[in-house]
């Protein structure tokens, strides 16, 4: 049993790292919505982007938390996440959305060790993560409409 | 004062999220640390011969492809880099091993905590592992028909 310690103490240490981490970015991120929110301003932009967001059947505000998922990472997305009401399908698509798009700044710099450039991986998975949403989309559609 | 409620409100379903996500993923990264310590990725190198084969990555690519899809990409990479040093892989083979990265990386993590949010863990792996591997054999392809057009 000792040779378990070592997992576990260091499993938790990591856990609680993290959890202090998701604390510190989602707080103020879902602050910042909440009071952009008040003014209205998320609902313009949300207002702006929705006829594209209704490719993905995501409402216009799943854009403020795809541009967050993108260029900050993936814990600032989750904070708009928790300020939104979302059904299955939609909370669903935009995960797998976020999933594979995220952290570019950082993620796209530690993936260039590998020989793929910086430009590449960032377009790579934004096509990729567009073309997820869409498919998605669809499938969900298909298989409800029929 | 209306801001002031507001903000209380926020901070307090923020926290309550928080507080869900805790739940599961204490117990999730000690599992992931569990596997790391009985070498779970050595262990089932031997089991992934044939995404391997489709990919035409080399039996070599195994630990670092395995590592980085189920421990994330810095770990992925840093074997990589490890792997490409002491020469066992081709500069083809760390492109591709790149390539799969980029898009799925760290699968237990991610799809636990974004399904604590409530989304589907099934499509949510099945979309991402899916996507890595079609854009990964595809980028293969391409990759040879111009090394062979070129030389």
Do not use: W
């Amino acid at each position: 049993m000792s040779s378990l310690a070592e997992p576990v103490k260091r499993g938790l240490k990591k856990s609680l790292q993290l959890l202090l981490l998701l604390t510190k970015i989602i707080v103020p991120v879902s602050c910042l919505v909440a009071i952009l929110d008040h003014y209205g301003i998320i609902g313009s932009v949300a207002g702006f982007f929705s006829p594209a967001m209704a490719l993905f059947g995501l409402p216009g505000e799943a854009t403020i938390a795809l541009l967050l998922s993108f260029f900050v990472n993936f814990y600032a997305a989750l904070g708009v996440i928790t300020t939104m009401s979302l059904n299955s399908q939609q909370i669903t698509i935009l995960a797998v959305m976020i999933g594979i798009c995220h952290e570019l700044p950082i993620e796209t710099v530690v993936c260039s060790y590998t020989g793929l450039r910086i430009p590449v991986s960032a377009t790579l998975r934004l096509l990729t993560a567009l073309a997820a949403g869409l498919i998605l989309n669809l499938i969900y559609n298909l298989v409800q409409g029929g | 004062m209306e801001i002031v409620i507001l903000l209380a409100e926020t901070i307090a379903n923020t926290l309550l999220s928080i507080g869900r996500i805790a739940l599961l993923l204490i117990p999730v990264l000690i599992l992931i640390e569990i596997a790391r310590h009985y070498q779970f990725i050595e262990k089932i190198t031997g089991k992934v011969k044939g995404l391997l084969q489709f990919l035409s990555l080399p039996q070599e690519a195994a630990v670092p492809l395995l590592a980085g899809i189920f421990f994330g990409i810095v770990l992925g990479s840093a074997l990589i880099i490890e792997y490409a040093r002491e020469g066992y892989l081709k500069k083809r083979d760390l492109l591709l091993i790149g390539i799969f990265l980029s898009i799925s990386h760290s699968i237990v993590e991610d799809t636990f905590i974004l399904a604590v949010f409530g989304a589907n863990p099934f499509v949510l792996l099945a979309t991402r592992t899916i996507l890595a591997v079609i854009i990964t054999r595809i980028a293969a392809s391409l990759i040879d028909h111009f090394a062979i057009e070129k030389a």
